[in-house]
């Protein structure tokens, strides 16, 4: 069988003379085939304009505007749009008007919201006062919640917002470290221990996407600092007390009342093991043991349980040092909730690495 070729319909031949040599005009093209160099950049330079464009309307300030990367602007264009996606203007939602600076200052820690995916969907920026990192930066490192946590807690996270999200309304709690910046990990030695509590929120719109879309609404809280990270003593969550050198109380803060349910004069001449958890005995036994046989003002801290005035147990994290002269002790008590005290306790008693000795 003959193969003619559909150029000149004359049968192929071995040597192919009638296809187009290279640089020659094909056969009802208008132009020769040339390079597509000069397109490239024009619609680079389309991008980069409608970027700018972009940029130019994200609500953040004009400082931060100039720091922005392109890839940066495209994060925050996305935060903005998963936010218009869960919350239609007609909504009144927080991912609508970010609130103001005035009422944000006086919260405990920052607003997060998320997608059931994970997806971030807004920060609100006091977050930089928690992490030392601002919305953009926490941008840089990732677009999903499980990107500002520990690793470790992945798993766990995930479970707790599958639970949560097929019950509306219940409320999901965790505490994981969260990613901070350089200068905050140099200060603190590490990163930053938040307490996350929140729940999903059931849509009030309705519309294709209503059914399969939900938003995760959580305040995030810093775990309590040691004593040495500030003045302790203008935080609301703790009373101050001091004890004789066998953990006698020899005086107490009135706002031991708020905490515990006692009035000053009732614990004053008891002894503080009076109000331990049985469990917890041997742990204060060893906090007391480290103040009264270390050498200088050293701080041992412990997390305690210890019986309120109505009979149910407080947890407290107790930071204990010596004072008045070494013939007292001086403690510091901070209120937790129950996870904040598990993970506390867990990182305690987290094994510490061994250097391996070089072979």
Known sequence: MTIFCSHCHRPL??????????????????KPFRSTKSA??????????????LRSLL????????????????????????GAQLFPPADS???????????LSLLPGFLLVCSASGKLVYISENVAQVLGLSV???????????????????HDVRKKLLLAREAPGS???????????????LQHGGNRAVAVRGRFMPQRWSGPAAASSAAFLALCTPLARLPADGDSGSRDDLFQST??????????????TYHLGYHREELIGQSWYNLLHPEDADLAAAQHRAIVLGAGDGVETAVLRVLRRDWTWAWL???????????????TSHCLREEEAAYLRARQHRPTPRPVAPP
């Open 93 to 103: 939602a927080p991912a609508g008007p970010a609130p103001a600076a005035e009422l």
């Open 40 to 53: 490239s950049k024009a619609r680079r330079d389309q991008i980069n304009v409608e970027l700018q464009a």
């Open 59 to 82: 609500p953040i300030s004009a400082r931060e505007k100039e720091r922005l990367s392109y890839l940066h602007t495209m994060a925050l264009v996305c935060l903005q749009l998963r």
């Open 317 to 331: 994290r107790v930071s204990a040092r010596r004072a008045g002269g070494g013939h007292a002790i001086s403690c």
């Open 136 to 154: 953009v930066e926490l941008l840089a490192q990732g677009d999903t919640v499980f990107d500002l946590l520990d690793e470790r807690m992945h």
């Open 243 to 256: 004890h004789l050198l066998d953990m006698t109380f020899a005086d107490i803060t009135e706002s031991v």
């Open 171 to 185: 409320e999901v709690t965790f505490v994981s470290e969260m990613r901070t910046s350089k200068a905050f990990r």
């Open 13 to 30: 031949q071995a040597e192919m003379s009638c296809l187009p040599k290279r640089g020659a005009q094909v056969p009802g093209a208008s």
